[in-house]
Each structure stands twice: as C-alpha cells, then as structure tokens.
C-alpha cells in the first residue's frame, strides 16, 4: 500500500477504483460543495422516499375522514410497544450480560448509538409503521382480484397461522430485495452498519427500510384475510422473535432453531462477507427452500458483523462525531449520491 493511499484511507476517504474518471467537479478544485442540492442527492432515495409520503397520505386522509387517526396510532402503540416487548428487551440485555457471544461494556458505543435509534424507533417509526400498515392496506385493497373467496369458510386456527407464513414470506422477499435492489441497500445498509451487535440492534434500522416490507407484506393478509383482523397480540410475538435475533448471544434454539429465527443463525447474516445467507425475518423455512440457510453449531466462535469499508458512517470509526450528530448522518447517508 502506497503512502498516499494510507493517507487517503487514514482520512475515511474511498480510494478510486482503477480506471475511474477523475470527478471534473473535483478536479477544477471545486469539488462536491460546488454542486447543487439535487446534484448531490440520490434520486433513487428520493424516489422511495416520495412513495412512502403517497402511502403515509393515503393512509392520513382515510382516518381523518373516518375520525379513527388517534386510535389507529394508539393500536399501533399496543402492538408495537407492547409491554411483552419491553420485557423482551430488559430480560435479553441482563442475558446479554451473562452469556456475551463478545464481551463489551454495557456502555460500548455500539450500544449507546443503537439506543438512540431506539428512542427513534418509539418517537417516530411506530407511528410511521402504524400508518404505511393502513395506507398499504388500502392501496393493496382497492385490487379485489387478490382475494381469495374460498378461505372466508377456513377456521380460525387454521387460516391464522397460513396467513402469518405468509406474511413472513413476504417480509423474506422484501428483505431479499433490501439486499439484491442497489436503491434499497442504500437504506438497509444502515442496519448491517453495525459492528458490536445487540438486542438494540433490531431498531437500528432507517424509517424508510419499512416502506417496502410493509407493503409486501400486506399482500398475503389482504389476499387470506380481507374480511378478518389479525389478533394484536400475534403481531406482538412476531415482532418479540425478531427482535431476539438481533442478540448478542450464541443461542441456537436447538431443534427448534431449524424452524425460527435464532441470535445464532441470524448472527451470520450480519457477517461481512455472508449477508446473501439467513435472510429469514422470523422463520428459517424460506432459507431452507432456496438454498440459503446456514444452521451454526453453539460451539461456533462469534464472528464479526458490519460492513467492509464502513460505506456508512459508524460510531466505532475514531472519527465519529457525538451520537446525535451521527445519528443525523447516518439518516442522511441514503439520499446522498455515492461518489
């Protein structure tokens, strides 16, 4: 490695590829600052960012003219933030404390900067997934042809479970997308950022990662279950699995870990060079038919997580700013153009 490289990699600078065009903008001493706005922004980003705000009105306007706004967001709050939730939560750190996959101190930074994206998972992404779940429903409603008539005579407890495979299904194939749709990496790149993985990872994610999630995964309940809710509490212990899989723990789940989502199987997911493998939000089976599944043993060492190069500014880089700073980049990141 050349001086100049070690100097340019030292500053948290991407070195060119070779046979890269030098910027023009750049090389006239101009540099990024001497672009406009709309130059300097990702229309990809903006693009994804402007179908949210569709779904977000969508869903807005039909409350206010049903008068149901206050109690669609108070549901969302019930299911979302769920006392079972909480509890999840503070039991899965004290186990954390006890049986690390990677010992860390309690305030490692890693854990101080995912707790902010957990005060902003409460403040701002439970409303904002309450609502992109009624305004997908509506949009993915108006096409009544998804329907399917036969399923109004199934049983409870058989149509139930089938429509939560289902939408896991979905939510497998929209995370797939985040990984292979170079626009929708831009924004789950941010939750693969980082490097000392915990419980509170699973909130470290950008507002609008769930746009496209949500939107999928309407689809199978609108499609098994137009006519039926969904008991809140369902909602709750899907959410609870995957938010337990983000844990710093070496948890398999034995047996059961062939079927649901473990600390341990997902953990591998979050390595840097494996991300195309245990893509499964809360169960393994959709892996497991297309090949993607690698089950880890409990005797396996805790391999590291994040991203090579740090594409996304991360807190662990000697060179992070204070955490809401940060907090504030890493939100930004998406909409600028890569150079």
Not at 77 to 89: D, F, Y
């Amino acid at each position: 490695m050349s001086a100049e490289q070690i100097r340019v990699r030292a500053a948290g600078r991407r070195l060119p590829r070779p046979g890269s065009q030098p910027n023009p903008a750049a090389a006239d001493g101009r540099g990024a600052a001497g672009l406009r706005w709309w130059q300097r922004a990702c229309p990809s980003s903006v693009a994804l960012a402007a179908v949210t705000g569709v779904v977000l009105w969508v869903a807005v306007t039909g409350l206010l003219r049903q008068g149901r706004i206050e109690t669609a967001l108070s549901a969302g709050r019930a299911e979302l933030a769920a006392p079972l939730l909480v509890a999840l939560v503070v039991a899965t750190g004290m186990c954390e404390r006890i049986w690390p996959a990677e010992r860390r101190p309690v305030l490692a930074r890693g854990h101080v900067q995912d707790a902010c994206f957990l005060a902003l998972h409460a403040i701002v992404v439970i409303p904002l997934m309450t609502l992109l779940s009624v305004g997908a429903a509506a949009l993915v409603g108006h096409a009544r042809w998804i329907e399917l008539r036969a399923t109004e005579h199934w049983p409870g407890w058989l149509l139930i479970p089938v429509t939560l495979v289902a939408m896991d299904g979905a939510n497998w194939l929209a995370h797939y997308a985040d990984h292979r749709l170079g626009p929708l990496w831009r924004f789950h790149a941010l939750h693969h950022s980082q490097e000392e993985l915990s419980v509170l990872t699973s909130f470290r994610a950008h507002p609008l990662m769930h746009t496209t999630g949500f939107l999928l995964a309407t689809v199978p309940v609108v499609a098994l279950m137009p006519a039926r809710p969904i008991a809140p509490v369902l909602i709750t212990i899907y959410v609870c699995i995957g938010t337990l899989q983000h844990a710093n723990l070496r948890w398999t789940f034995g047996p059961v870990g062939r079927v649901i989502v473990s600390p341990a199987y997902h953990r591998l997911h979050h390595a840097p060079d494996i991300q195309d493998v245990n893509l499964g939000v809360v169960l393994t089976i959709w892996d497991v038919l297309v090949g993607r599944a690698r089950f880890p043993c409990r005797s396996d060492s805790a391999g590291r997580t994040g991203l090579d190069g740090r594409p996304v500014p991360v807190e662990q880089d000697d060179s992070a700013r204070s955490v809401l700073l940060l907090l504030a980049e890493q939100l930004i990141e998406p909409f600028q153009a890569q150079r």
